[in-house]
């Protein structure tokens, strides 16, 4: 069976570094190891308008961010197909009939859009299209024949759905469609990067995020205000690491290489920390190194964002390619679910042949 990688992002706003260490880190080195067949990328455009239908010029503005952030991080549309959501009609289609395989209450299960639907105050009254969003996504990734979603832990909830949909699918109307695999960060820091107030998620509305396009000033001035330990007021007081942002952004960044470079004192995290919790090393000390770090991971992807600014009908050009190649593929798996559900009567001579007889045997 082939390999294929599908996973995509809601175009709502620019990505930040929680994006980045929970996955787009993660699809480069999938997209250059050379073991997947295929690649797709998808800007998840209507996705993103299941809750923000009064604003769509919102989602139309960031899907040209979004995609400049993907070219700068290294996904490279000669490895992987990047496309919009909303151009690929087969999709739909497809979600129309997985609609039949699933229920109300295992859509009220889902523990994301649980969150998601306390989040946006939707509880008195639900849009549909918001509700039965996981449905979706379950078609974004079939249609593509996925047998690899990587993604963040939020999304675990919509990849059981997925393959809970493929098995009666599979089931009712014979093999036809392939069950995915979530494909989860392997480090702990990087599943769940806290915003920069210590809060539990980077979120725009929250104003606790670190962008990918941010400046190097910008960069500095946010780690400088970085949440860490309330408590350790003096440079000589102990102090904690669970829960302190600077420590799990280093848990997410730093390499032994980096103590070399930047702050040679320290042979290794555990050490660095282990200074921290006895007291005597102050907080400053500690963001200088990781915005050091963080430049040094952050510069180049900040660099070559600002080269593919200079040509963004080219990056236009670039996406229609990908969504042209990306309804073909669709499309081939729509054929196999037309034929398997026998929605397909033009494709089926046998059929015709069969009733034309059938009707004719009286005479
Ligand atoms: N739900 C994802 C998000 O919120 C976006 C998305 C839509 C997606 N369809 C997908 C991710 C299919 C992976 C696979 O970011």
């Given at each position: ?319 229609k390619k990908?969504c042209d190649t990306?309804r073909a ?35």
């Open positions: 069976m082939k390999k294929i990688i599908l996973t995509g992002d809601r175009p709502t706003g620019k990505l930040h570094i929680g994006h980045f260490v929970g996955s787009l880190k993660r699809r480069v080195e999938l997209q250059n190891s050379g073991e997947f067949d295929k690649v797709f990328i998808m800007i998840a455009d209507a996705q993103a308008l299941t809750d923000n239908v009064d604003n769509p010029e919102k989602v139309r503005q960031n899907i040209i961010e979004v995609a400049l952030d993907y070219l700068a991080c290294g996904i490279d549309p000669t490895k992987s197909t990047i496309f919009i959501q909303s151009q690929i009609a087969e999709l739909c289609e497809l979600s129309f009939y997985y609609m039949n395989l699933v229920t109300v209450a295992r859509l009220q299960r889902n523990p994301t859009v649980k969150t998601e639907i306390q989040m946006r105050n939707f509880e008195s009254s639900i849009p549909v299209g918001f509700f039965t969003y996981p449905i979706s996504q379950a078609a974004d990734i079939t249609a593509f024949k996925a047998t690899t979603v990587p993604v963040g832990e939020d999304q675990k909830p919509m990849l059981e759905q997925t393959n809970e949909i493929v098995r009666r699918f599979n089931h009712i109307y014979g093999e036809t469609l392939v069950e995915p695999q979530i494909l989860l960060p392997d480090n702990a820091a990087c599943l769940r990067l806290p915003g920069t107030d210590g809060k539990a998620k980077m979120s725009k509305s929250l104003g606790n995020c670190i962008y990918l396009s941010e400046t190097a000033d910008e960069l500095q001035k946010k780690i400088k205000s970085m949440y860490t330990d309330p408590d350790h007021l003096r440079v000589q007081d102990p102090g904690k690491i669970e829960g302190n942002t600077v420590f799990t952004y280093l848990d997410a960044f730093c390499r032994n290489e980096h103590f070399e470079r930047y702050l040679n004192e320290y042979p290794n995290l555990d050490e660095l920390k282990a200074h921290y919790q006895r007291g005597g090393l102050g907080d400053m000390k500690v963001k200088k190194f990781l915005g050091a770090i963080m430049e040094e991971e952050l510069g180049p992807i900040r660099e070559r964002r600002k080269e593919f600014e200079k040509d963004i009908p080219a990056i236009y050009e670039m996406l990908g990306a593929a669709a499309a081939d798996t729509l054929a196999d679910v037309r034929r398997a559900m026998k929605i397909n009567y033009f494709e089926d001579a046998e059929l015709i042949a069969e009733q034309a007889k059938r009707f004719n045997l009286g005479e």
